[in-house]
């Protein structure tokens, strides 16, 4: 976008998140920007710099971030350097990362109007959200509004939070007054805000005037303007680096939408303006939030190693490991397999995969897998499994690990060449795929 109306526009993108619920190819060593979760292979980092980079130039694109993951992005992103990176010296969500890059960006230029994405959207049609991106400058740009982008739901999900909008603001095409932010919902609350009619996804998606967000965080939020301004004194000093760890670092933790959004009121000073947005969206909380065009029996399939799937319907599988996975007669399920460990778990129960990263993470001969960080020399690995609220089932892995959650009456086996995940009932049928030795230990588990 060439437009003047762009000139002011600074672009941040947030990429500071774990990416916990996508694990096992979300680790700690390759945390969830640097990951590719589509059919291209590009990193969900890259894909959403590439679509920033149809708003601004790359100059004006600055990623938000943590130690950690700030390394790796200036060593594996082409072009990305120390320059177009925010640093926030501890995890804070959202509210201090935002408003530390309102304060360091601001000191460039005062009359940004800033733009806040997020590093793990899936957007397949650019064309509609760069429409609504200008839109949305255009209404940031008339007044004291924080603007977000609002998607219309498709259906009543549970997994992303809600805005309640009001009437239409006399400023641009299709802009709501913003009545309430609602946190993720049971899957009833979301079945009544579906039927209601007047509730938004919330996309996570911000522009404002950089004095604009700053007033608000002053009104609502004055112990983080207090923090934000002891910074702002130091960023030109000899202790700069000193005084923002310190103070960063006593900040509390809290999301812009909780720290601030929700107590915005209707008809003040400060008003929220939603932008409707009709466009496909995720922002791939967990595996069962992919977009991917879906084969004739509704099972998404990708990745670099090679699947073949038969009498299966409506799963999601990726294969990013080295072993060729064999999937038979599976309904409504995740499967996903990487170099180091697989994972199978119902599509419903997705969002279930933090907590057991959470008790990986606790087991001393288990937490290796999150980390991710396996030299090959080490390999190959012994077989370790992880169930839980699994019955009836043979889990088995000679290399690696095989974690699983919620399923019921499955062959879920690991070797060193292949990977099965297969309803007990085609037992019989394995004899198609794996080796004698492979299929008689597995009969044997089975007896």
Known sequence: ???????????????????????????????????????????????????????????KIFISTNGEVAEKIMAKIPGIGAENVITEPATKDTAAAIGLCAIMLGQRQPDAIMVVLTADHVIPEESKFLDKIKEAVCVAQSGPYLVTLGITPTRASSEYGYIK??????????????????????????????????????????????????AAIKKYMPELHAGLEEIKEALHSAQSTQVINKVFGGLDKVSIDHGLMQKIKPGGELRIAVIKADFDWSDLGNWNAMIMPADKKGNICWGEGESSVKNSTNCVIHNAGEQKSFLLGLNDLVVVNSKLSTLVVPRKRAADVKQLVHELNGDRDLKKYVEGDIPQV???????CKSRDTENSIVFSDDGLVATIGVADLIVARFRKNVVVAAKRYLPDLKDFLSEEELAYITGLGT
């Open 165 to 214: 909008t009001g009437p239409k603001l006399p400023i641009g095409e299709a802009t709501l007054e913003g009545l309430n932010f609602e946190e993720k919902p049971n899957e009833q609350t979301a079945l009544g805000f579906l039927k209601e009619g007047t509730y938004l996804w919330n996309s996570g998606m911000f522009i404002w005037q950089i004095d604009t967000i700053l």
């Open 378 to 384: 080490a390999r190959p690995l012994a077989g370790k």
């Open 1 to 59: 976008m060439t437009d003047n109306l762009f000139e002011k526009v600074i672009v941040v993108v947030l990429a500071g998140g774990g990416g916990r619920r996508l694990w096992p190819i979300s680790t700690d060593a390759n945390p969830k920007p640097l990951c590719s979760f589509s059919q291209d292979g590009k990193t969900m980092l890259q894909k959403a710099l590439d679509r920033t980079q149809k708003i601004v130039s790359a100059d």
